[in-house]
């Protein structure tokens, strides 16, 4: 073999490796991500209270929803929110969550005196959507994020970190088409109920109504 032929050989085979290289190199870049919010559904948005073993559930463009224990009466409320995932602006079966918010406007919250704020927590839920049914006070928890509303949080947002939640619906198969959480009093912070509370969460504005932030890639 000629030198100058053995020489054309070697550069044609560098430019091969270095073309492997290079597309290697680009298909290591990460994917892009997506951000998406999501309003709550208020036809499907509900509360269920109990007192005394007897269940009431209110559900369907309300005003408002409750979540928390009202010390007067003693009745126990719990509220359902629902996120639909699936359609335009919502989060595809086969993204993978990078971070995940809830944001709740609190329209009061009653509380004794002697308290700062009430316990919650968030879980994560599967119902119908609607109807909602009584034997969602207590529907299999998937997930739970707990938090807390202050007395400071009331005519106020308040965003919660519900990544772990999201992850964990998206995780199941097939994925949750509706993103649902249950939101009650965290009776495990306060087991002799002293300070229990009832939490107001406005549904009715737009603005104002629960919303769900999603980012994905």
Known sequence: MSRNLFAAL???IILI?????????SSSSPAPSFSTQILSSAANDGDISVLNTIPLVTQGNLASVFAGIDAAS???????LDFPLTGSGGVPGSAIIDSATLDIFIDSLAIQPAANSVPIRIDLVTFPPNPLLASDFSQTVL???????????VNH??????TGLMAVAQAQ???????????SEDLSAIPDGTFDGLVEIHEATVGRAPL???IYH
Not at 17 to 25: D, K, N, Q, R
Not at 143 to 153: C, E, G, L, M, P
Not at 157 to 162: F, G, K, R, Y
């Open 74 to 80: 003693g009745t126990e409320y719990r509220a359902f």
């Open 143 to 153: 997930a739970t994020k707990r938090s807390a509303i202050f007395r400071s949080d």
């Open 173 to 183: 198969v097939p994925p949750l088409p509706d993103f649902q959480v249950r939101i």
């Open 10 to 12: 070697t550069f044609s």
């Open 212 to 214: 769900l932030g999603v």
């Open 157 to 162: 947002h308040v965003v919660i970190d519900v």
């Open 17 to 25: 490796l270095s073309g492997c290289g290079s597309s290697g190199s």
